[in-house]
């Protein structure tokens, strides 16, 4: 057996894959995985458990792996995390768990991911659900949102025996899940509603189509409805631009609506009514996870697509796989770039971008070396789509209806770094409406610290 190098994932064709929505990544069968989970060395002081925002016990479900007891790792990883199969998929581990993961000293870390993939799917699949509650503790608690951090801290709470409603503005659960993350990595049906399921397996009640600041205040649910405590968990969908000119014109969207009308309405599909334009010629603006959704999204829809991002490779915030992925399946990368000005032909529709090169000059306050602009290189690119994946900021509905919640300059929400309590007393807050556009798994780690916050705060009452 082959110590150092990992037990290689199977990968549906580039060629292949850029024109269908199906998932990339095959994962693990149980053969390869047991492989995999035996080329752990089962440390006795665990690095890769303080690499997870969770707290798996990670070194615990790989050696049930590694013996065939994939129902008891199924278990162990859920008395954790709300959401396996998804965090199987999408969590950066490799600067996480793997990243931590000793065997990566000498060879490759093992692909903690790849197998809380399989043990959640193999769960899924043979249909095994987490160890649900006993008994009720007779006290009520609102979660705002259904994304990772909702579901994770209605989870937790579920488990402690709390009745916990979950409160989610559109028609289907999930949050980010269902409209930001596309298909080919995260299959809605098979991976993310029966994720969801689960939870409400655990007891929680999910009602949709309720807009908190709309439908109902937080001041409503606890004076009038009897909630005890809220957790805030909505998200940060409100999407930034850049502020030059022609991004008012037709062909120019938000990565948030792209996505959310091709993940969520299913545009993609025909005999949806729910059509979205994909020129021949596709720029997306920025160098996140996002971007390279956006960009692969649009290259499945038959464009050609190019990345244009104001820094070089190395300081792209996407995850290496994405970038990977991204130039497999022919997304063109026009690094070191930025747009000046969105070009409009005489319709009012984007006919391309007025682009200047860039240098790296001194690192910012981010760390990473500030682009300059390079005078005189300005040139034009033709394109008949722009999508700006710039990130996003927290809709400041929630808390422009509640009163005594204190917010940021950014319209963030303020919470306790440790179990997510804000300035107003019951109500907690996590996630991207407290840090801004984060990952997945940060978002469940707050949502997990504020389920914790809850209970203590209300044992203490």
């Not at 490799?94 to 197998?115: A, F, M």
């Not at 030059?244 to 120019?252: F, S, T």
């Not at 984007?350 to 306050?365: C, Q």
């Amino acid at each position: 057996m082959d110590v150092l190098n990992k037990v290689p994932v199977r990968e549906q064709e580039p060629a292949v894959r850029a024109a269908n929505f199906e998932e990339v990544c095959l994962g693990y069968n149980e053969e390869e995985a047991v492989a995999e989970a035996s080329r752990c060395i089962n440390c006795k002081n665990a690095q890769c458990v303080k690499g997870c925002p969770v707290a798996i016990d990670i070194p615990g479900f790989i050696a049930q792996v590694k013996e065939g007891k994939f129902e008891e790792a199924y278990q162990t990883i859920s008395a954790s995390s709300a959401l396996p199969a998804v965090c199987g998929r999408v969590c950066p581990q490799e600067t996480q768990c793997e990243g931590k993961c000793i065997r990566g000293i000498k060879g490759d870390p093992v692909s903690i991911g790849k197998l809380e993939r399989f043990t959640a799917d193999w769960a899924r699949e043979h249909g095994i659900r987490p160890n649900a509650p006993e008994t009720k503790n007779g006290h009520k608690a609102a979660v705002i949102g259904s994304g990772p951090a909702g579901l994770t801290c209605a989870g937790d709470l579920a488990k402690m025996g709390y009745d916990v409603t979950i409160f989610e503005a559109l028609h289907e659960p999930g949050g980010v899940l269902v409209y930001g993350i596309p298909e080919f990595r995260l299959p809605k049906q098979a991976v993310v509603a029966a994720e969801v399921e689960n939870v409400k397996a655990l007891g929680v009640k999910i009602e949709t189509n309720v807009v908190i600041g709309k439908s109902v205040t937080i001041d409503e649910l606890m004076e009038k409805e009897g909630f005890e405590a809220v957790f805030i968990g909505s998200g940060a969908g409100l999407p930034k631009f850049m502020g030059i000119p022609g991004e008012q014109a037709m062909g120019v969207f938000s990565a948030n609506e792209y996505l959310t009308r091709n993940n969520l309405m299913k545009a993609f599909l025909e005999g949806y009514d729910t059509p979205i334009k994909t020129g021949s010629k596709v720029i997306v603006v920025g160098g996140g996870n996002v971007a390279m959704d956006a960009a692969r999204t649009a290259k499945r829809l038959g464009a050609e697509v190019h990345i244009v991002y104001r820094r070089s490779e190395e300081e792209l915030p996407a995850r290496v796989e994405e970038v990977h992925h991204a130039k497999e399946e022919g997304i063109i990368f026009d690094l070191l770039q930025n747009p000046k000005e969105l070009l409009v032909d005489e319709n009012g529709c984007v006919r391309g971008a007025r682009v200047i090169k860039m240098e790296l000059g001194e690192p910012d306050e981010s760390g990473r070396r500030r682009p300059v602009e390079v005078p005189g290189s300005e040139y034009e690119i033709e394109a008949d789509t722009v999508i700006m994946s710039l990130g996003t900021s927290p809709n400041p509905l929630i808390s422009s209806t509640t009163k005594g919640l204190e917010t940021n300059r950014w319209k963030c929400i303020v919470a306790d770094e440790d179990n997510g309590a804000t300035s107003k007393e019951g109500v907690y807050a996590g996630g991207d409406a407290v840090t801004g556009a984060a990952t997945v798994i940060l978002a469940m780690g707050a949502g997990k610290a504020a389920a914790k916050g809850i209970d203590e705060y209300l044992r203490a009452k």
